[in-house]
Structures are given as C-alpha cells and as structure tokens.
C-alpha cells in the first residue's frame, strides 16, 4: 500500500493552489524517494514538475511504485476541505482505483475521510537537459510576484534583462512602458529579502506574463524564488520548500520578429 | 508581438 501523512498539511493545500491553474490532469508518481509530478499545461507552453521528499512525511510508505492519475480540479475541490493546521495523509492501495485523504484536526476530535476517483493518464515524461545558466536570479518570492502583476497592466510580456548592474523586468503596451530593476544587494548572499545574481553572460528574455503569474501561484511555498535564465531556452522557476522539496515551472521563451 | 514557442522542443522525450 501507500501512505504518506504530512504533519504541516497546509503544505499541500498550497502545493494544489500552486499547479491547479496551470495543468488540467497529472500522474502523481510515488516512489520510495517521495512523490512527484511533472505536467506541462494543455498548450505546451509551461512545464510543472515537484518532488515531495519522502522524509518530508511522517510516516511514509511506499510498498510499489505507483501513479495517481488526478483530476487537478477535483483534487483541488477535495484540498480546499482541509484546515491549514490539519494533518493531511495520502493514501491507496498497490493497483488502485481510488486515492483517500484524510485530514485530522490538531487535537483529532475531528476527522475527515475523502475518497477521489482515480484516472488513467497517458502522460509523456520530458527529460530536461542540464542547462549552463547564463544568469540565475534569487530574489524575494513576493517581490517577484509583485513585479508579475504590476507589469501585467502594462503589456502581455515582460522582457528579463540581467547584466552587471542588476536585473531588469519591462513590459510595454499601447498605453506606453514599465521598467523595474533591481539592483543585487549583497554578494552572494541569498538570505531572505535579498536579490542576488549570479553572473555568467548578460542575457535579455521576453516571456509570456499570462504564464509567469501562473508561476507566482507558488509564492506562499516559499520566500524566496530562483530565476535561470539563458539565451534561447526555457527560463526555470524554482520555489524550494523547507524540509520537503521544491516546485519548479519552465516557460519557454517568446522568439523575437 | 513575439510568437510563444512550445516547450516539447526543447526537451527531450522519455
């Protein structure tokens, strides 16, 4: 069988508000590291991919490996059930037809058993190719966020220039333009709060901001967020979570006329 | 404006 009980099940209540708008279904594919899952959305302009480690859980059990086919809506439904200081455990049998979670309150006067259908997905699994960034961006996640959604009343697209100076988002659109940028304040230092850049080449992007707000669903996940960037490839987005894993998305670029 | 490029070729398929 499959157990996997997580003790801070928020958790998984953000990992569901992190991915539900952007993929429709996904395998959640479980193995004795822990569970992931990699989906692209329907237009295969974005890619999804998480891991929950397996000591991230208390307990874990993983007998077979195994992939729960879910309807992202319909676990995302069945997720907005649970108490953010619920306990949430994941559970299924070796060739399953359903998945049960069940969400126990602190003091376990209450407990809540829901069993979801399972569905039989035939996803495609892509190998991403380790990538010499030319530049990677550690800043604040909310920050981040922030610069998504006040460029998006701008433009469609926001242009990622990163050279020495720092780094800088611009959208433009018929009512005119938006610059921000964002100086490194310290070297090498990634504590919270702080932009840091590492450098290998100055590098100029323009992504899709429908998709890079899609991303920034992901902000309560963590307080810091990771952007790789290099010429001609998918930017990577990474939120890494304390304890348990990280939440990576990857967006390709625009080609410019 | 720039067109969206699709993720699948930059990727490799499994």
Known sequence: ?257 | LPEQDRLDQYFIKC
């Open chain 1, 1 to 257: 069988m499959f157990e996997a009980r997580l003790v801070q099940g928020s958790l998984m209540k953000k990992f569901m508000e992190a991915i539900k708008d952007l993929v429709k279904e996904a395998n959640w594919d479980c193995t004795g590291t822990g569970i992931s899952l990699q989906a692209m959305d329907t237009s295969h302009v974005s890619l999804v991919s998480l891991l929950l480690r397996s000591d991230g859980f208390d307990p874990y059990r993983c007998d077979r490996n195994i992939s729960l086919g879910i309807n992202m809506e319909s676990m995302a439904k069945i997720m907005k059930c649970a108490s953010n200081d619920d306990v949430i455990t994941i559970r299924s049998e070796d060739h399953p037809d359903n998945v049960t979670f069940v969400f126990e309150s602190p003091n376990q006067e209450k407990v809540c058993d829901y069993e979801m259908k399972l569905m039989d997905i035939d996803s495609e699994h892509l190998g991403i190719p380790d990538t010499e960034y030319d530049a990677i961006i550690s800043m604040p996640a909310s920050e981040f966020q922030r610069i998504c959604r006040d460029l998006s009343n701008i433009g469609d697209s926001v242009k990622i220039t990163c050279n020495k100076d720092g780094v800088q988002f611009s959208a433009q659109g018929d009512t005119g333009i938006g610059k921000i940028a964002l100086k490194q304040n310290a070297v090498i230092d990634k504590e919270d709060g702080q932009v840091s850049i590492e450098l290998n080449d100055p590098v100029s992007l323009t992504f899709a901001l429908r998709y890079l707000t899609f991303f920034t669903k992901a902000t309560p996940l963590a307080s810091t967020v990771t952007l790789s960037v290099s010429a001609k490839n998918p930017v990577a987005v990474e939120y890494r979570v304390d304890d348990i894993g990280y939440i990576r998305y990857y967006l390709a670029p625009k080609i410019e006329e």
